[in-house]
């Protein structure tokens, strides 16, 4: 027996592993089909329990990716390809028929591979276990010769993404991407989940098919017999070179994972009446007494119905939400000034800084207790206000700022979870999960801080941003810690770039960017009562959570919008796509956190303790959706997520002056210039390949006319729906489009 010396960073190995490592030492014979990809070439072969792709860099190493783990002896042989196929194979076995298909990715620049497996099982086929798929080969197909860095894996029911580089031999970087989409048949029949499916360590990496937990008794849930079943849908994409630090390694992310993301088959989008949830959102603000509460002669808004007390992050995130009403409406609403009334009584003269309760808060709360994020996201909204001129917005804003950048200090740009907001003893240093702290909170930070040095221009505050932003380097995958804040890090960067015109910044907001991207779900799920609401591109609200939340998933879209406000030419395509499509499906998906719109059976009947209950008939949103379909709401129903309604509405309807319509678009209008009395030209801001929707919305006691879209050059674009209230029609996502109509009448 020979005995194999492991190097000191692979703590041991399978007997897949070693298997693989056997089969290729003993030289596969001819491949059963081969191909080119770019500089790669490709071969299937055949071992003694797998069939496997190896693909390879001539001289540089490779990857070996497992399509097919067999149990006993099969037949594995060449198939005619489909048009747009490379090849395709199909095996035979005791189990059933597997068919693989391999496709690339099109015309990106990038080389890139799709595979997609899926089985017709011989009889109802329970499935105990299936090893992972994806191997490092050396340039000897040494499993255990290759050696490399794994940057980012799939964290819980996100993405399934495995993003890692090859170093000896410098094969180069790549990402692996699960279209988890494909495999919603096979998670539904055998009652399972993808909770964490794609990682491993090394050299045993990739997709682990999720498979019931074993015990004396297992679940005996199985692949119906004679039904086609997708096990697998991995797109691979690669690139030559490592990346030499963490801000290229973000970039290069953000480009693979957009050729992934062009490749797949992506969830269609409705139309969203945002104008009409702002104004229900407004009257039951208003009206419901589970939504107010009065203390000290001012209303303040409980953070969940009928529950909570009156809190600085709640009360101005819905009012600077409320302004922005104000401002598309061309008058301001009553209730952002009867709730910014009362903002001075959270006030702290002694410390100089906002707390988060009233002075009259409950015993049961520990009001010196500050989560570090809170502290600055309330100065945010105040600086939103102050940045459109509330003068009472700016000295509260300026009155506080000071205790802000004195714990920043203190802190070493470097938060903890919890600490006392009297002396910045901490609490909790760092989250159970992952050991770390509030890592993204210094984005928000930085972001507070330019908008006090555009509001005053002294330098310091800018300081104060970079110095935050640079005490972040080094975090590269694990900067995230609660989405919206991650998102505001990357505006931050943006901003600054755009200030001192210094790269950096413009290369770090792709680590803020690359680190939020990988805690999306990049995939829609069907798994239980996910049946009945979407989750396509939504970021878990924590690195640790398992659901999304309307709060994180709005904010975000702010900071977002507030990204592509600064960017330019220079920004990254892949990014700018990203952001766009995020944006896009939010203004879709975020509708189904509103109780009504869900089944009765999908919204929990208990909420968390003092988290009060949900109440179907109030418009206003649960905090929680989960992508492995469990109940909504189990969290609560959280009024303090109200303005989403507002943020959504004021991003995509677009006032006409004297057209019988409203425009509705789900990707932000870069420009919009009156042509001509009945013609407009409209440039988007999306993806250079991607779509997006547009559609003209008659006003009340108008009528639609002719109207007709046609491109910049010429084109004239056909509707995808017409109604007397609304035609849709589905436009180029990136460049000018021209808009013609008639008066219609009154």
Known sequence: MVTIALGTDVPGVSPYVLALRKALADRPSKPIAAF????????????????WALIRRPGQGGLALRVAYLAGDFDCEKARPAPGELARVTIRSAIGKHSVVFRNGGSDALESLRVTVSLTPAA????????????????????????????????????????????????????YFQNLTAMNPYYRATKTKPDGAVGGIWPELGYLIPAPAQSGTPPSDPLPAGEEMTLSDAILVFRHDAPPHERESARQFLQMLGVAYKMLELPAVEYRDWLDRAERTLRDLDQAPEATIEHYGHRYIHPYTAAEYPDIMVQLSIVAAIHDWGKWQGEPHPLEAEFKAGLGRFYDPRLKTLRRYLPNVGDEKDADTVDSWYLYHPMLNLGRLALDGDKDARTLLLKSIDYGIKAARHFKYKWPVQYKITDFSVITDVADADGRGQTDVGGVYAWVMLQAFELTGDKRYLDEARAAIDAAVGLRFNINYQANLTAWGAAACMRLWRITNEQVYLEQSYVYLGSFFHNCEIWESEIELAVHYKNFLGATCLQDAPYM??????????????????????????????????????????????????????ISAKQRETNGHIDRKLSFPVEDLYPDGQQAGQVGQEIYGAGAAFIFATRAFHHVAGAPFRLYCDHFVRSMERVGDHALTIALDGGETCSARLSIVRLNRRRLGKIKIATIGGDVLRPRRTSPDRIDFQIPASGRIVLNWDDGGR
Not at 147 to 171: S, T
């Open 549 to 602: 939340a309307i709060y994180e998933c709005f904010d975000s879209f702010v900071a977002f919008e507030k990204y592509l406000d600064d960017s330019g030419p220079d920004l990254d395509p892949a990014a700018r796509m990203l952001i766009a499509e995020y944006c896009r499906y939010a203004l879709d998906r975020a509708w189904y956190y509103y109780p009504d719109v869900l089944p009765p059976e999908a």
């Open 124 to 175: 109802p086929l329970l499935v105990p276990f299936m090893p992972r798929d994806l191997y490092p080969l050396d340039a000897d197909d040494d499993p255990l010769g290759a050696k490399g860095n794994v940057e980012a894996g799939q964290r819980g029911l996100n993405a399934g993404i495995l993003y890692f580089h090859i170093d000896e031999p410098a094969f180069g970087n790549v990402l």
């Open 36 to 51: 080119r990809l770019g500089d790669l070439t490709v071969a299937i072969h055949g071992s003694d329990d797998s069939v």
